[in-house]
Each structure stands twice: as structure tokens, then as C-alpha cells.
């Protein structure tokens, strides 16, 4: 059957994409939209497994807190190209899709492709259409979810990294507490450290990072005449600056001149709230 031109215009007003596709959309649909629409987006998860091992290293991050400040989420969503970021439909994309994270609080990134979006479908569905619509390798970073008596966030100038923390016995609405927590999520961003406390630490990283030292101070020819005893002593001190290297509340604060500790500076700072959690979020690793 012929598609008239009206036809294939709507069809590029609902979906973004070029003319000629609409045409033969329509075609195969036999002039039904809503069958076209459904034809498009099969041609979307066909375009999806062929871009799909292209490196997606741009992209936004998707940021919110509740009015209160006792709820935060942020999501990472990652495309090929900056002029893709800047594209008004990836942008509501990703808004759209932190607002899933804040009602849906799913578990993990299976749940999270799950969830319903408002404009309909799953989130996987919108990932696929809208890779279908731009064209290029689009794919759901890491995202977090945090709920605490105050919820601070801070986004990067270039929105490809931020940080989000958890403060207990706090208010957001505290400008001194306010100010504090972006310090620490700007921290956050700038130290990347790999969990909150030594407890939390994974026990086989650090018991991995001292089989190698230890190896290696055995092996020093300067140690030759050093007892084990010893050797494992000065590994030791080694050690723990290597796990407060690794801990959030036990990195050296970037904000503070007296060169504190997170833990120490935030016990100084007279806000009277500790730090729960907290959470890093970037582009640029493809995650």
C-alpha cells in the first residue's frame, strides 16, 4: 500500500528518526503507526547489538535529592560522543531515569533495566530506543541510592563525576552541614577511595598487598641483615597507611589545612554529624 506523507511526518515527530526509516516502517506495518513504532524499535535492538561493543565514555550524570535532604540517588549514564550528551532527548533520558531509581530503589542494575518508566515501557526498552533514535552505543553506569538524616551531593562542573554522602545527625537544610557534605562528596570525587572504614575493606586486597611487600622488602639486599621480626614490623606501618589510603574517613581531607583526617575534620567541624556512607559515580569508566 502507499504511506502518504502525513503518515511518515507523525512518525518522525514520535520517534526522532530519518524519514526514509519512518517510510519503511510504515511500510512493513501497512501504514499502522502504532505496528511501525514497534517495527522501529526491533530495528533499535538490532542497532543496540551492533553498537554494542563500542567504548561509550561520555555521557551525564543523572542527580536528585528529596526536598527534605534525607534522600539522594545518582546514576551514570554513558554515550559515545559529547554532541550525544548535549542531545536534549539523552538529557531527559537521564532524568527521567534517576526520578525511576528515587520511586523503584532497586536493588541492583537487573532490577533497575526492569523497572517501569513514566512515558511507559521498562528502562531497558528506553535505553533501546533511544539508542535507536541517536545512533550510538548507550549503556547504565553504576548508580546509588542514599537515604540518611542529611543527603549532600556534589556534581562535577564537567556533570561526568559526582559524589553523594550519608550524614547522620544532621539536616541538610544546615548550611554548616550543607557545606561540609559537598566538601567531603568534592573530596569524594577528587581521592576516590574505595570504601568508608577499614572494616569495610576487602580483607584479601590487603592481605595480597602485604604478601607483595613483604616479598619485596625480603628480597631487598639493604634488608639482608634485618631479622624477620623487623621486616614485618616496618611492613606493617606500611600496611596501614596503605588501608588509610584507602578509607574514606581515614584519607587526609582536601578542605582541611590542618591536613585532618575525613574522620578527625568532620568530628572538628561542630556540626555534630558523622558519616554513615557515601558514593562515587563517574562516566568515564564506562560503568
Request: charged share 50%; aromatic share 0%; glycine share 0%.
Given at each position: 500500500m502507499g504511506i502518504d506523507a502525513k503518515s511518515v511526518k507523525e512518525l518522525r515527530e514520535k520517534t526522532g528518526l530519518p524519514m526514509m526509516e519512518c517510510k519503511q516502517a510504515l511500510e512493513k506495518a501497512d501504514g499502522d503507526i502504532s505496528l511501525a513504532i514497534d517495527e522501529l524499535r526491533k530495528s533499535g535492538a538490532k542497532a543496540e547489538a551492533k553498537l554494542a561493543g563500542r567504548k561509550a565514555e561520555q555521557g551525564l550524570i543523572g542527580s536528585y535529592v528529596s526536598e527534605d535532604g534525607k534522600l539522594g540517588a545518582l546514576v551514570s549514564v554513558c554515550c559515545e560522543t559529547e554532541p550525544v550528551a548535549n542531545n536534549e532527548d539523552f538529557q531527559k533520558f537521564v532524568q527521567d531515569l534517576v526520578e525511576v531509581i528515587r520511586d523503584a530503589k532497586p536493588a541492583d542494575k537487573e532490577a533497575l533495566l526492569a523497572a517501569p518508566m513514566a512515558a511507559g515501557g521498562s528502562v531497558k526498552d528506553g535505553v533501546t530506543e533511544l539508542i535507536n533514535r541517536l545512533r550510538e552505543n548507550i549503556t547504565i553506569g553504576n548508580f546509588s541510592l542514599i537515604e540518611a538524616d542529611a543527603v549532600v551531593q556534589y556534581v562535577h562542573f564537567d556533570n561526568r563525576k559526582a559524589a553523594m554522602v550519608g550524614l547522620a545527625g544532621g539536616s541538610a537544610s544546615d548550611e554548616q552541614v550543607a557545606t561540609l557534605g559537598k566538601d567531603l562528596g568534592m573530596h569524594v570525587v577528587f581521592s576516590v577511595p574505595q570504601c568508608l572504614s577499614?572494616?569495610?575493606?576487602?580483607?584479601?586486597?590487603?592481605?595480597?598487598?602485604?604478601?607483595?611487600?613483604?616479598?619485596?622488602?625480603?628480597?631487598?639486599?639493604?634488608?639482608?641483615?634485618?631479622?624477620?621480626?623487623?621486616?614485618?614490623?616496618i611492613v606493617d606501618g606500611q600496611i596501614n597507611k596503605f588501608i588509610a589510603g584507602q578509607c574514606f574517613l581515614e584519607q587526609e581531607f582536601i578542605r582541611d589545612e590542618e591536613k585532618r583526617s575525613v574522620g578527625a575534620s568532620v568530628e572538628a567541624s561542630g556540626t555534630g554529624v558523622s558519616v554513615i556512607d557515601y558514593c562515587y559515580i563517574a562516566t568515564d569508566t564506562g560503568e
Open positions: 577499614r572494616d569495610r575493606l576487602d580483607p584479601e586486597l590487603v592481605a595480597k598487598e602485604k604478601e607483595i611487600r613483604l616479598a619485596a622488602a625480603q628480597n631487598d639486599e639493604k634488608n639482608a641483615n634485618k631479622p624477620e621480626e623487623i621486616l614485618e614490623k
